[in-house]
């Protein structure tokens, strides 16, 4: 699925998920080009769009240049739906904030806002007076179209255990 985007910061953005071969590029005139990748074999998880949560099985690359990327498992809590990169000498993380939205922190400083549904079409809002570069622009588009955005909190899901017990 391919998805032009049109940035308020950084103009026409292509999103390009494809979760069979499990990819999302991200790319664009004003932006690094990134490149998400699961690797050949790897059996995907039909809810995550990229298909698995597994960082050893997962290649990031920055215009080429590899980056450290660190999903965390997904359990109960939003914070464990996170999604850490270490690239250039910084911290980027994606972490869910509602149902719907995740926020992007960029050295523990919240940038932007972005929502997606794992359909590869990515919304995005920066926060006013934020420091935004490219980068953090790409990494940000890439993580959501790559993992989705958004969590239930725990008491909901609790709810919803308790009530899957109830016949």
Do not use: C
């Amino acid at each position: 699925m391919e998805h032009l985007v049109q940035d308020d910061l950084f103009g026409e953005l292509n999103v390009r998920l494809d979760t069979e071969q499990g990819e999302v590029i991200v790319e664009g005139e004003a932006i690094p080009r990134i490149v998400l990748r699961r690797d050949a074999g790897t059996e995907a998880e039909t809810h995550i769009p990229i298909g698995t949560r597994d960082g050893e099985r997962l290649t990031l690359t920055v215009d080429g240049e590899k980056a450290v990327l660190i999903p965390a498992k997904g359990r109960l809590t939003r914070g464990s739906y996170r999604v850490d990169v270490r690239h250039a000498g910084r911290a980027h993380r994606l972490v869910p904030d509602s149902i719907p939205g995740s926020r992007l922190l960029k050295d523990k400083e919240h940038i932007g806002d972005f929502s997606s549904d794992g359909d590869g079409q990515v919304l995005a809002e920066w926060k006013e007076g934020a420091k935004v570069d490219a980068a953090d622009a790409a990494l940000g588009y890439a993580l959501a179209a790559a993992f989705g955005t958004g969590a239930q909190p725990m008491w909901m899901l609790v709810i919803d255990a308790i009530g899957d017990l109830i016949p």
